[in-house]
């Protein structure tokens, strides 16, 4: 069992720049593909961004690559999502997400483990 708690959520203007983190339990996190996904009201759940088990390998869907940033500490057990130059399309419950495997993940259905949310909203 893996429990995640996202945090780092808030609100901002358009351009500013948040930092989410997730901290996992367990003594396994580095075995662990990590996610995170985001859901506006009213939208499906959506990938946002992965990274495989070591940090070596990421994935960041189109529509945030060059704002957004996955990393990972895995001797703190969390998971991170450095977001930039934000916009209002931003907006959205951000969730982290967990799977035991070695590969980048990208879909909702693949993951295991998921945290509660955090809210993230930019103002125009």
């Known amino acids: 069992q893996v429990q995640l708690v996202e945090s780092g959520g808030g609100l901002v203007q358009a351009g500013g720049s948040l930092r989410l983190s997730c901290a996992a339990s367990g003594r396994t996190f580095s075995s662990y593909c990590m996610g995170w996904f985001r859901q506006a009201p009213g939208k499906e759940r959506e990938f946002v961004a992965a990274i495989n088990r070591s940090g070596g390998g990421t994935y960041t869907a189109n529509s945030v690559k060059g704002r957004f940033t996955i990393s990972r500490d895995n001797d703190k057990n969390t998971v991170y999502l450095q977001m930039n130059s934000l916009k209002p399309e931003d907006t959205a419950l951000y969730y982290c997400?967990?799977?035991?495997?070695?590969?980048?993940?990208?879909?909702?259905?693949?993951?295991?483990?998921w945290g509660q949310g955090t809210q993230v909203t930019v103002s125009s």
């Open positions: 997400a967990a799977k035991n495997s070695i590969w980048v993940l990208t879909s909702t259905t693949e993951y295991d483990y």
